[in-house]
């Protein structure tokens, strides 16, 4: 073990911090419409609170297994570009994808951009994670 944690992460920490806040912003959205229709279980086949749901749902299966891994590529690389360069694409995308998902439950252009603006993020931290410990190895 040579190499020690000289920086802290803060592009991790700003993507999260924003993060939270969609998330908070997501919860919210699904209390106020189930209070609104009087629903507390379930979606009560209100469409409108299914999508809500989804949108909230969707985001909370994403965004942890990316922020652990851009936690991961800041605390070995250091706060460079590529950090923030991900970190700020999985933001615009959950909210696109979050915006689109509560408007629509069709195949929209927000829902495509927030789908493939997480995943690419997510398969380019996890290839960037392996090249740097087989590198290490």
Not at 36 to 46: E, K, M, P, T, Y
Not at 112 to 124: C, E, F, S
Request: glycine share 10%; hydrophobic share 55%.
């Amino acid at each position: 073990m040579e190499s020690t944690i000289s920086h802290l992460p803060l592009y991790t920490a700003l993507s999260a911090a924003c993060l939270m806040l969609i998330q908070v912003a997501l919860m919210f959205s699904v209390i106020k419409t189930r209070g609104d229709l009087g629903i507390f279980i379930g979606h009560g086949d209100s469409d409108a609170l299914e999508r809500k749901i989804r949108a909230h749902g969707n985001f909370i299966e994403n965004v942890p297994t990316f922020l652990v891994g851009l936690l991961l590529l800041e605390l070995i690389i250091g706060s460079g570009l590529w950090v923030a360069i991900l970190g700020a694409v999985v933001v615009a995308a959950r909210l696109a994808h979050a915006l689109a998902l509560m408007a629509n439950s069709g195949v929209t252009a927000g829902r495509l951009i927030g789908t493939l603006g997480t995943v690419i993020p997510i398969v380019v931290t996890a290839g960037y994670l392996v090249m740097l410990v087989i590198g290490k190895l």
